[in-house]
């Protein structure tokens, strides 16, 4: 079945520290994005991309940086200049073709420790 | 501004009661709308949609939604909640360009 893999679900960090989430999908889907989830405050925009080798900033681009050089995949890199990185972070991907629904990867949680 | 309301950050339900969580937009133009289901630490989850037509959709998982248009709402109903329908349910509208506002969500709580 095609879907949204996202690697690894927990992610334990040193402060300082950059690291990257994966998200791999297989839906064909041409746009692909990432949230961030915290408690109370639902899902906040980071980045997204529409085409390959193209991304745009979402509402709290900052600390973050993605890369989009295959159809497939969208990474995430958590920087050291992200002053709260702690969270869950959810991927999701959307084709105008199908449904105009998202497709969401089953989420990582990233803890700062 | 476009917008997505949920009124209520969480409810609680009896098993077997009726549900409805309540959702309004603000779109200048016709809405694609969702509600997505989030269980805890996993993925949203799509339950139903609407874009044009009945304004009554159905979804799965039992749930329904009605789209009023006069009152800019899109309510999630289930007639009878089961203990496994406790959740996070988020309503979202698509707004084009590729993107989609989604509301800050409600969180479902079922007691025996």
């Known amino acids: 079945d095609g879907g949204i893999t996202q690697s690894p679900k927990y992610l334990f960090r040193k402060e300082g520290q950059n690291v990257t989430l994966s998200c791999e999908q297989n839906?064909?889907?041409?746009?692909m994005y990432w949230y961030r989830q915290d408690p109370g405050q639902g899902l906040r925009l980071i980045y997204y991309?529409?085409?390959?080798?193209?991304?745009q900033k979402g509402d709290i681009a900052e600390g973050y940086s993605v890369s989009r050089e295959k159809k497939e995949s969208f990474p995430l890199t958590v920087t050291s200049a992200q002053k709260n990185p702690t969270a869950f972070y959810l991927c999701?991907?959307?084709?105008?073709?199908?449904?105009?629904?998202?497709?969401f990867g089953s989420g990582t949680r990233l803890t700062v420790v | 501004a476009q917008s997505v309301t949920q009124p209520d950050i969480h409810i609680t339900v009896s098993e077997g009661a009726s549900l409805e969580l309540r959702c309004n937009y603000s779109?200048?133009?016709?809405?694609?709308l969702f509600w997505y289901v989030q269980s805890p630490g996993q993925g949203l989850q799509l339950l139903l949609k609407?874009?044009?037509?009945?304004?009554l959709v159905q979804g799965i998982k039992g749930f329904e939604a009605e789209f009023k248009r006069s009152q800019s709402s899109f309510n999630l109903r289930k007639p009878s909640v089961h203990w496994s329908d406790a959740a996070e349910y988020f309503c979202?509208?698509?707004?084009?360009?590729?993107?989609?506002?989604f509301g800050a969500g409600t969180r479902l709580f079922v007691k025996a």
């Open positions: 999701a991907s959307f084709s105008p073709r199908r449904n105009y629904g998202y497709t």
């Open positions: 839906l064909n889907h041409d746009a």
């Open positions: 991309s529409q085409i390959v080798n193209d991304f």
């Open positions: 779109y200048g133009a016709t809405p694609y």
């Open positions: 609407y874009f044009s037509g009945d304004t």
């Open positions: 979202a509208v698509y707004t084009g360009g590729f993107k989609t506002i």
